[in-house]
C-alpha cells in the first residue's frame, strides 16, 4: 500500500482491519493460523492490483457477514453503502437451501455476475479470495481440495483471463493443476528444473543479440525471457501428443518499448534480422482481444535454426497484460471509466442468457462456452472486424451480426465460394450471410453453434415455436373437451385459478401441457367443475356440420395417433420418415410423440418399455415437407453434379444442402432435399437413376441417437 498511500484513506483501511480481528477472533483456518492472515492476505494482494480504499476495505471484511455476528447493515453504517456492495457481492450465500449442489453454484455465479455488471470490484476481490485460498488449498481434505481445484479451473481461471488478469489466470490455473493431477504436475515440475539453466542459455544466444540490434536502431527496450506456465505446457503436450522435448522446442521472449510507434519499429528489426515464420504472426495492438490485450506476437527463426517466439508491447500494455482490467482502474476518480465498461460487456451479456436458462446445467453451459474458447477474427463484406470464439461457424457469425440476421441465415459465402453452415471459420476469412425471410432456425444447429448468443437465441426460438405449436393444438382439445361437456367457456378468473390448482403459472401453458401430455383433459375439465365426471358425459351426435369440420380439419393435420388427431407430434431426425413410409409414434416426456419408422433402431432397441409406442395414421398435408438425405455415386464426367441438381429440380422438389468430393475413380455426393411423401422421394430417386454417370442413388439414414433420449 505504501506505493500508493497518498491515494487511499489509510485511517479507514485500518479500522476495517481493527473490526475484521475482532470480529474473527479466536477463528481459525483448517491449516490451524488465525483466519484474519487470510482476510490480510486477500488484501495485500488487492493492494497489488493497486485497487482504491473501498476495495481494501471489503478485502478485509468481506467474510465478516458470512462467518462473525457482524452484519451486512453493520458494514453499511460503519463504511458506507459502496463498502457494503461489495462485501454483499463477494459474501457466499450458503443460507440459502438449494436442492443441488450445481443450483447453489449456479445461483452463486448469478449473484457473482449480477454484482459484478454493477461494480467490478467484486469479480477482482474474489478473484484474490480464491487466489489465496488455493495457495493454502493443501490443508483441507483430498476430496475438498479436488472439488474446489475444479472449480478454479473451470470457472475462476476462465473469468480472470476474461478480464486480462493473466498474472492471477496463470497462478490459478497451476494451482489447480498441482491439485487435480498432482503426478503430472510434479513430473512436470522436475523436467523444468532439470531443464532451467540450459533453456536459459538459450534465451541469452537469442536475447543478446536482439538487444545489440535494438540499440543500434536507436529503440528504446527491455528483452526478457518469458517463462512458460505449467498448466500451458502440459495442455500443449496433451493436444499436440508430444513429449516435453518437443514442446519446449520454442523459446519465449518479451520486448518491452515506450511507444507504439517503436513496437512497429522493433518488430521490423527482428523481422530484418531473423526469419519469421509463416502464419506465426498476430497483431493483437491493431485488434485487441476482448479482454484489452494488446501485443504484437510474431515467431522467427533464431540461433542453431530454434523458433522463438517473440511478444513486443509497450509498459502501459504490460501493466494490462498482466493485471487486466485492475490495470485500468480509475473507478469514480477520473469520471471516466470506458475501458471497465468495455470489460463488462461480456458480463451483461451472461445476465441475458441466465434469463433464459431454465435449468442450472443449460446456464453452466452458457458460462463455460464463453469462458474457455480463444478467438478468431473474421470480416464483414465491408472489411468490418467481427471477434468470434474459435471454431465458429457462419450461424455465430449472423447472430454476431444481427439476431435477425442469424434468425434468417439461410446460407453463408466464406471468401466467396458457397460454404455449408457448420464450417469453422478461420482466423482472416471474409464471411457473408445469404438471408431469406421464410428461413427459421433449426434445432440442428445447436449441434455446431459455439458462441453462447447463437446457442440462446436458437434456443429461444425454438421454445417459442414448440410453445406456440403446442399451445394452438391445446387450445382445440379444450374446446372440444368443454363440448363434450356441454359447458360454456370459463371466465378469465376461474382459468387462472385452474391454472395454479394444477402448477401452472397462467392458463397458456395449461393448454400447452394438454398438448405435450403434461397434464391431461380429465384433470382440466376436473379442476374446473369438480361436480362433472369425464367419465360419465352424455355422448350426442355430432351435428353434420361439426361433421364436416372435423373431417377438414383431420385430413389437414395428416396425422391420427390411435384414433386421436390434433396432439403434438415430432419428426425424428435419425430415421427422416415420411408419409407413405412404415411408422410408429413413440410418446416421450413433456415433447408430444416422435414419429419413427418402424424399422428405426432407436425405436427397436426400447422393447422395455412397449406401453410407450402407439400406432399412427399419417396422410401428407399438401403443404407439407419432409427433409431426406440421399447418397449419390457415379463417375468423375464433368459436369455431373450440375445435371444431377436440375434434375432434382425438374421434379419440382428444393435442394437444401448439396456437397460432392472425389473418391478413387469416381464421385460421391450427399442431398438434402425436401419431399412430400414417400412417392414423391421415389419419384426423385428413379429420375437422379436415369443420369448419365450416376452409378448408385439411395436414401440416406443416419440412425443416430433421437429425441427418444432427451426426455
Request: charged residues 30%; proline residues 4%.
Given at each position: 500500500?505504501?506505493?500508493?498511500?497518498?491515494?487511499?484513506?489509510?485511517?479507514?483501511?485500518?479500522?476495517?482491519?481493527?473490526?475484521?480481528?475482532?470480529?474473527?477472533?479466536?477463528?481459525?483456518?483448517?491449516?490451524?493460523?488465525?483466519?484474519?492472515n487470510h482476510a490480510v492476505e486477500v488484501a495485500t494482494i488487492a493492494a497489488e492490483l493497486r485497487l482504491d480504499s473501498s476495495s481494501i476495505i471489503g478485502a478485509l471484511v468481506h467474510d465478516?457477514?458470512?462467518?462473525?455476528?457482524?452484519?451486512?447493515?453493520?458494514?453499511?453504517?460503519?463504511?458506507?453503502?459502496?463498502?457494503?456492495?461489495?462485501?454483499?457481492?463477494?459474501?457466499?450465500?450458503?443460507?440459502?437451501?438449494?436442492?443441488?449442489?450445481?443450483?447453489?453454484?449456479?445461483?452463486?455465479?448469478?449473484?457473482?455476475?449480477?454484482?459484478?455488471?454493477?461494480?467490478?470490484?467484486?469479480?477482482?476481490?474474489?478473484?484474490?479470495?480464491?487466489?489465496?485460498?488455493?495457495?493454502?488449498?493443501?490443508?483441507?481434505?483430498?476430496?475438498?481440495?479436488?472439488?474446489?481445484?475444479?472449480?478454479?479451473?473451470?470457472?475462476?481461471?476462465?473469468?480472470?483471463?476474461?478480464?486480462?488478469?493473466?498474472?492471477?489466470?496463470?497462478?490459478?490455473?497451476?494451482?489447480?493443476?498441482?491439485?487435480?493431477?498432482?503426478?503430472?504436475?510434479?513430473?512436470?515440475?522436475?523436467?523444468?528444473?532439470?531443464?532451467?539453466?540450459?533453456?536459459?542459455?538459450?534465451?541469452?544466444?537469442?536475447?543478446?543479440?536482439?538487444?545489440?540490434?535494438?540499440?543500434?536502431?536507436?529503440?528504446?527496450?527491455?528483452?526478457?525471457?518469458?517463462?512458460?506456465?505449467?498448466?500451458?505446457?502440459?495442455?500443449?503436450?496433451?493436444?499436440?501428443?508430444?513429449?516435453?522435448?518437443?514442446?519446449?522446442?520454442?523459446?519465449?521472449?518479451?520486448?518491452?518499448?515506450?511507444?507504439?510507434?517503436?513496437?512497429?519499429?522493433?518488430?521490423?528489426?527482428?523481422?530484418?534480422?531473423?526469419?519469421?515464420?509463416?502464419?506465426?504472426?498476430?497483431?493483437?495492438?491493431?485488434?485487441?482481444k476482448s479482454n484489452m490485450y494488446r501485443s504484437i506476437h510474431t515467431t522467427v527463426v533464431g540461433p542453431s535454426g530454434r523458433r522463438y517466439e517473440v511478444q513486443i508491447r509497450t509498459e502501459?500494455?504490460?501493466?494490462?497484460?498482466?493485471?487486466?482490467?485492475?490495470?485500468?482502474?480509475?473507478?469514480?476518480?477520473?469520471?471516466?471509466?470506458?475501458?471497465?465498461?468495455?470489460?463488462?460487456?461480456?458480463?451483461?451479456?451472461?445476465?441475458?442468457?441466465?434469463?433464459?436458462?431454465?435449468?442450472?446445467?443449460?446456464?453452466?453451459?452458457?458460462?463455460?462456452?464463453?469462458?474457455?474458447?480463444?478467438?478468431?477474427?473474421?470480416?464483414?463484406?465491408?472489411?468490418?472486424?467481427?471477434?468470434?470464439?474459435?471454431?465458429?461457424?457462419?450461424?455465430?457469425?449472423?447472430?454476431?451480426?444481427?439476431?435477425?440476421?442469424?434468425?434468417?441465415?439461410?446460407?453463408?459465402?466464406?471468401?466467396?465460394?458457397?460454404?455449408?453452415?457448420?464450417?469453422?471459420?478461420?482466423?482472416?476469412?471474409?464471411?457473408?450471410?445469404?438471408?431469406?425471410?421464410?428461413?427459421?432456425?433449426?434445432?440442428?444447429?445447436?449441434?455446431?453453434?459455439?458462441?453462447?448468443?447463437?446457442?440462446?437465441?436458437?434456443?429461444?426460438?425454438?421454445?417459442?415455436?414448440?410453445?406456440?405449436?403446442?399451445?394452438?393444438?391445446?387450445?382445440?382439445?379444450?374446446?372440444?373437451?368443454?363440448?363434450?361437456?356441454?359447458?360454456?367457456?370459463?371466465?378469465?378468473?376461474?382459468?387462472?385459478?385452474?391454472?395454479?390448482?394444477?402448477?401452472?403459472?397462467?392458463?397458456?401453458?395449461?393448454?400447452?401441457?394438454?398438448?405435450?401430455?403434461?397434464?391431461?383433459?380429465?384433470?382440466?375439465?376436473?379442476?374446473?367443475?369438480?361436480?362433472?365426471?369425464?367419465?360419465?358425459?352424455?355422448?350426442?351426435?355430432?351435428?353434420?356440420?361439426?361433421?364436416?369440420?372435423?373431417?377438414?380439419?383431420?385430413?389437414?393435420?395428416?396425422?391420427?395417433?390411435?384414433?386421436?388427431?390434433?396432439?403434438?407430434?415430432?419428426?425424428?431426425?435419425?430415421?427422416?420418415?415420411?408419409?407413405?413410409?412404415?411408422?410408429?409414434?413413440?410418446?416421450?416426456?413433456?415433447?408430444?410423440?416422435?414419429?419413427?419408422?418402424?424399422?428405426?433402431?432407436?425405436?427397436?432397441?426400447?422393447?422395455?418399455?412397449?406401453?410407450?409406442?402407439?400406432?399412427?395414421?399419417?396422410?401428407?398435408?399438401?403443404?407439407?415437407?419432409?427433409?431426406?438425405?440421399?447418397?449419390?455415386?457415379?463417375?468423375?464426367?464433368?459436369?455431373?453434379?450440375?445435371?444431377?441438381?436440375?434434375?432434382?429440380?425438374?421434379?419440382?422438389?428444393?435442394?437444401?444442402?448439396?456437397?460432392?468430393?472425389?473418391?478413387?475413380?469416381?464421385?460421391?455426393?450427399?442431398?438434402?432435399?425436401?419431399?412430400?411423401?414417400?412417392?414423391?422421394?421415389?419419384?426423385?430417386?428413379?429420375?437422379?437413376?436415369?443420369?448419365?454417370?450416376?452409378?448408385?442413388?439411395?436414401?440416406?439414414?443416419?440412425?443416430?441417437?433421437?429425441?427418444?433420449?432427451?426426455?
Amino acid at each position: 500500500m505504501e506505493a500508493y498511500a497518498p491515494s487511499l484513506d489509510v485511517d479507514t483501511v485500518k479500522a476495517a482491519y481493527e473490526l475484521a480481528d475482532e470480529a474473527h477472533a479466536g477463528q481459525r483456518r483448517a491449516s490451524g493460523e488465525p483466519f484474519i492472515n487470510h482476510a490480510v492476505e486477500v488484501a495485500t494482494i488487492a493492494a497489488e492490483l493497486r485497487l482504491d480504499s473501498s476495495s481494501i476495505i471489503g478485502a478485509l471484511v468481506h467474510d465478516v457477514v458470512e462467518d462473525t455476528a457482524v452484519s451486512l447493515q453493520g458494514i453499511r453504517e460503519l463504511f458506507g453503502e459502496e463498502v457494503a456492495s461489495i462485501v454483499d457481492g463477494v459474501t457466499k450465500i450458503g443460507r440459502v437451501q438449494f436442492r443441488s449442489n450445481t443450483e447453489q453454484q449456479v445461483e452463486n455465479y448469478r449473484k457473482l455476475l449480477l454484482s459484478m455488471a454493477q461494480d467490478a470490484r467484486v469479480i477482482l476481490i474474489k478473484l484474490a479470495d480464491r487466489l489465496h485460498n488455493m495457495r493454502t488449498l493443501e490443508h483441507l481434505p483430498p476430496e475438498k481440495q479436488k472439488r474446489i481445484a475444479r472449480e478454479t479451473r473451470e470457472i475462476y481461471a476462465p473469468l480472470a483471463h476474461r478480464l486480462g488478469m493473466a498474472a492471477i489466470k496463470w497462478e490459478l490455473e497451476d494451482l489447480a493443476f498441482k491439485f487435480l493431477d498432482p503426478e503430472a504436475y510434479n513430473a512436470l515440475r522436475k523436467l523444468v528444473r532439470q531443464r532451467r539453466k540450459s533453456r536459459e542459455r538459450q534465451i541469452l544466444e537469442m536475447q543478446r543479440p536482439l538487444e545489440e540490434a535494438l540499440v543500434e536502431a536507436g529503440i528504446p527496450a527491455e528483452v526478457t525471457g518469458r517463462p512458460k506456465h505449467l498448466w500451458s505446457i502440459h495442455r500443449k503436450m496433451l493436444k499436440r501428443h508430444q513429449t516435453y522435448d518437443e514442446i519446449y522446442d520454442l523459446m519465449a521472449l518479451r520486448v518491452i518499448t515506450d511507444s507504439v510507434q517503436n513496437c512497429y519499429a522493433a518488430l521490423g528489426i527482428i523481422h530484418s534480422h531473423w526469419s519469421p515464420v509463416q502464419d506465426r504472426f498476430h497483431d493483437y495492438v491493431a485488434t485487441p482481444k476482448s479482454n484489452m490485450y494488446r501485443s504484437i506476437h510474431t515467431t522467427v527463426v533464431g540461433p542453431s535454426g530454434r523458433r522463438y517466439e517473440v511478444q513486443i508491447r509497450t509498459e502501459e500494455m504490460h501493466r494490462t497484460a498482466e493485471y487486466g482490467i485492475a490495470a485500468h482502474w480509475r473507478y469514480k476518480e477520473s469520471g471516466g471509466t470506458s475501458e471497465v465498461d468495455e470489460a463488462l460487456l461480456w458480463f451483461r451479456q451472461v445476465l441475458e442468457w441466465q434469463k433464459d436458462a431454465r435449468e442450472p446445467e443449460e446456464f453452466m453451459e452458457f458460462l463455460r462456452m464463453d469462458l474457455f474458447q480463444g478467438e478468431i477474427f473474421v470480416f464483414t463484406p465491408r472489411g468490418e472486424v467481427k471477434q468470434l470464439p474459435a471454431g465458429a461457424s457462419p450461424i455465430d457469425f449472423a447472430f454476431a451480426v444481427h439476431t435477425e440476421v442469424g434468425l434468417h441465415c439461410a446460407g453463408a459465402k466464406v471468401n466467396g465460394r458457397i460454404a455449408p453452415l457448420s464450417r469453422e471459420l478461420k482466423n482472416g476469412e471474409t464471411v457473408e450471410i445469404i438471408t431469406n425471410p421464410k428461413q427459421w432456425p433449426s434445432r440442428d444447429w445447436l449441434g455446431f453453434v459455439k458462441t453462447s448468443r447463437a446457442r440462446q437465441k436458437v434456443r429461444q426460438w425454438i421454445r417459442r415455436q414448440e410453445f406456440d405449436e403446442a399451445f394452438r393444438i391445446g387450445q382445440e382439445m379444450f374446446t372440444r373437451e368443454l363440448r363434450k361437456a356441454r359447458r360454456a367457456k370459463p371466465q378469465e378468473a376461474d382459468l387462472q385459478r385452474v391454472s395454479k390448482t394444477l402448477g401452472f403459472r397462467e392458463w397458456n401453458e395449461v393448454l400447452a401441457g394438454l398438448a405435450r401430455g403434461d397434464v391431461g383433459p380429465s384433470a382440466v375439465i376436473r379442476a374446473l367443475y369438480p361436480d362433472e365426471d369425464p367419465h360419465t358425459v352424455v355422448q350426442r351426435t355430432p351435428s353434420a356440420l361439426e361433421r364436416l369440420t372435423e373431417k377438414i380439419r383431420r385430413s389437414n393435420r395428416g396425422v391420427t395417433i390411435q384414433g386421436v388427431d390434433n396432439l403434438m407430434v415430432r419428426y425424428s431426425q435419425c430415421c427422416q420418415p415420411v408419409p407413405g413410409d412404415d411408422v410408429i409414434g413413440y410418446i416421450t416426456r413433456g415433447r408430444g410423440i416422435s414419429i419413427h419408422r418402424t424399422d428405426c433402431p432407436n425405436v427397436l432397441n426400447l422393447d422395455s418399455d412397449p406401453g410407450r409406442r402407439v400406432e399412427i395414421e399419417w396422410k401428407a398435408e399438401r403443404d407439407d415437407r419432409f427433409f431426406v438425405h440421399l447418397h449419390m455415386e457415379g463417375t468423375d464426367r464433368r459436369g455431373l453434379l450440375g445435371d444431377v441438381a436440375r434434375t432434382i429440380t425438374d421434379t419440382g422438389t428444393d435442394i437444401q444442402h448439396a456437397d460432392m468430393r472425389a473418391t478413387h475413380g469416381g464421385m460421391a455426393a450427399e442431398f438434402a432435399v425436401e419431399v412430400q411423401d414417400l412417392a414423391h422421394l421415389r419419384r426423385v430417386v428413379n429420375a437422379v437413376q436415369r443420369v448419365k454417370g450416376v452409378l448408385s442413388v439411395v436414401r440416406r439414414e443416419s440412425f443416430g441417437e433421437s429425441d427418444l433420449f432427451d426426455d
